[in-house]
């Protein structure tokens, strides 16, 4: 996750900011000061929230209310992927992952079978899967990630 790593990077970059520096006047502090304090409370606050991304549809060009272009709104719908999300939330796969991701999470789990993994991310992660006997239903992979069902994902379904 791109977001994740950003505030990784800033964290560190952070307590690098904490340390103390030495003000140009004396006392008073000056405009860099401030805005270093201001950078620290920021990632701070960033790293203690969890990000929720509200998507925004622009209704038409017109900029007029009440005034829905609806061929406009699916539109950017198909192209914001939320079409795509519906659809799968709808057939029951919640949970999505990059195969790559799951994999690095979940390779453990294959060690203790004496064949080797697959080298396509894909078949990895479908071998995984049928080792762990996990009903066929329950899970399918995509082109890049892999979907699973609540009762696979959380087993307390």
């Known amino acids: 996750d791109i977001l994740s790593r950003s505030l990784d990077m800033a964290r560190q970059q952070s ?15 000056t405009v860099g000061d401030t805005f270093r304090q201001q950078l620290v409370a920021l990632v701070d606050v960033l790293a203690n929230t969890n ?26 719908l198909r192209y914001s992927g939320m079409l795509d999300i519906i659809r ?10 990059p195969a790559s991701t799951f994999l690095d999470k979940y390779r453990c789990l294959a060690s203790k079978d004496p064949k080797p993994l697959p080298k396509d991310e894909k078949q990895a992660a479908a071998y995984i899967l049928r080792s762990l006997k996990l009903p066929e239903t329950e899970w399918q992979i995509g ?11 959380d087993p307390r379904f």
């Not at 307590?15 to 502090?29: F, I, Q, V």
């Not at 209704?59 to 950017?76: C, G, S």
């Open 143 to 153: 082109k890049t990630k892999v979907f699973l069902r609540n009762t696979v994902f």
């Open 51 to 76: 990000p929720w991304y509200v998507r925004c549809l622009k209704p038409n060009h017109n900029k007029a209310a009440d005034d829905y272009d609806d061929e406009l709104i699916i539109t950017q």
């Open 88 to 97: 799968i939330r709808r057939e029951g796969f919640p949970v999505h992952v």
């Open 15 to 29: 307590t690098a900011l904490k340390e103390p520096t030495k003000s140009s006047t004396k006392g008073k502090p």
